[in-house]
């Protein structure tokens, strides 16, 4: 089993940036990829971007393509979302999983953990 625990949200003006880190416990040996979901009030939780644990492989939706940036650290056993040029759109919970499989889609799958709300004001 895999512990996942977002953190780094907050409150943030229109143009500005936000790092946040998902950090994982337990038996992250298993673990294939990483990725960044987030869900807006009253919408379904959408796709953001995920990395291929080995490989260090990243994949991004369209709309973040050059203003979100994730990483990992293995080290660490912890995942980062460099978020910059936020937009009042940007706003919601962003939550932490693991993929299922490595590759270019990510399936979700395990725990989701508590998210960390992101809230930019336009």
């Known amino acids: 089993q895999v512990q996942l625990v977002a953190s780094g949200g907050g409150l943030v003006q229109a143009g500005g940036s936000l790092r946040l880190s998902c950090a994982a416990s337990?038996?992250?040996?298993?673990?294939?990829?990483m990725g960044w979901f987030r869900q807006a009030p009253g919408k379904e939780r959408e796709y953001v971007a995920h990395?291929?644990?080995?490989?260090?492989?990243?994949y991004y939706v369209d709309f973040v393509k050059g203003r979100f940036t994730i990483s990992r650290d293995n080290t660490k056993n912890t995942m980062y979302l460099q978020m910059n040029s936020l937009k009042a759109e940007d706003t919601g919970v962003y939550y932490c999983?693991?993929?299922?499989?490595?590759?270019?889609?990510?399936?979700?799958?395990?725990?989701w953990g508590q998210g960390t709300q992101v809230t930019v004001s336009s």
């Open positions: 999983t693991r993929c299922i499989f490595p590759g270019s889609t990510c399936s979700p799958f395990g725990s």
């Open positions: 337990g038996r992250t040996s298993s673990m294939n990829a």
């Open positions: 990395i291929n644990w080995r490989g260090g492989n990243t």
